[in-house]
């Protein structure tokens, strides 16, 4: 199974070429349960990425979906209805975002999908994953097994993989980050659940935890904001929209989190009842 490590390899290999000494285009993909975000970046490896436009179609569960386009921090479409074109799914969101960028006279860098190095895919299962992976076939269909444990997000992310890597050029690289991942350092005795052992293992039963690239994200802002290193960051961090959770952020790490097994666990959400008595 490739691992981030393999991730880098072609990206060192392509970026720190003779040919390849050029600013690389990176798309990031946010499939939620009602609405679909893509952001793309011009990154030239070593330095910080920088945003280029930022589209998302929201309202999918609520018609009608509205459409939202940003392009360098200034306002171009603003919550206007979409119009004539299919938009049943999140992968048609996607491909009215992606066709909006590319048509954006206003952002030359990205003409064609061709343009397009690597897709970051927002996957909010990962189950045992700890770290990024490069989406090959085998891990597609490894992400297929864990969509009944979160319904509402893996399988539209999915759909989007799946429409990208069949419909994108093959040199693009699609990359899979997990919301789950951050929260692998939870300590055993806190994401263990007290039912037969055997039975917990052998089904990967235990408490994975949700919104982690948001809470990685907050623990390295806090860090920043305060002037310390992130491993002296200690918070409590409540991510709060349509789903929402809290987490213990100790050392800068996830030390305990409220959502458990599946995103149902913890505080209520717009479509989940959270944590309820049995």
């Known amino acids: 199974m490739k691992d981030i490590e393999d991730i880098h390899r072609p990206m060192l290999n392509s970026l720190q070429s003779t040919s390849a000494k050029m600013k690389k285009i990176v798309l990031s993909v946010n499939a939620g349960s009602s609405s679909v975000k893509i952001s793309a970046y011009s990154a030239l490896f070593g330095q910080a990425p920088i945003q280029l436009a930022e589209a998302q179609i929201s309202g999918l569960t609520a018609p009608p979906p ?17 119009k004539d074109q299919k938009v049943s799914t999140q992968a048609d969101a996607f491909d009215i975002l992606l066709k909006t960028l590319i048509d954006d006279n206003g952002v030359p860098e990205i003409s064609s999908k ?14 045992d994953f700890v770290r990024p992976k490069l989406i090959s076939d085998e891990t597609y269909h490894n992400l297929e097994k864990l969509t009944d444990l979160a319904p509402l997000h893996n399988s539209t992310s999915l759909a989007i993989v799946h429409r990208c890597m069949s419909d994108l050029p093959k040199t693009t690289l699609n990359i899979a980050c997990f919301d789950s991942q951050f929260h692998h350092t939870i300590p055993e005795h806190i994401r263990t659940y007290p039912i037969n052992q ?47 959770s809290a987490c213990a952020i100790k050392g800068g790490k996830s030390h305990d ?15 989940r009842s959270g944590s309820v008595d049995p």
């Open 66 to 82: 509205t459409l939202r386009y940003t392009r360098r921090g200034d306002k171009v479409i603003k919550d206007e209805e979409v």
């Open 114 to 127: 061709e343009d397009i190095a690597y897709i970051c895919h927002r996957i909010v299962h990962g189950g």
């Open 198 to 244: 055997d039975i917990a293992r052998s089904n990967h039963l235990r408490k994975y935890g949700f919104h982690g690239i948001s809470y990685a994200f907050i623990a390295r802002a806090t860090a920043e904001f305060l002037g310390k290193k992130v491993e002296d960051v200690n918070i409590i961090a409540l991510h709060l929209g349509s789903g929402a």
């Open 257 to 271: 989190t409220s959502m458990g097994l599946t995103p149902l666990a913890g505080l209520p959400g717009a479509t």
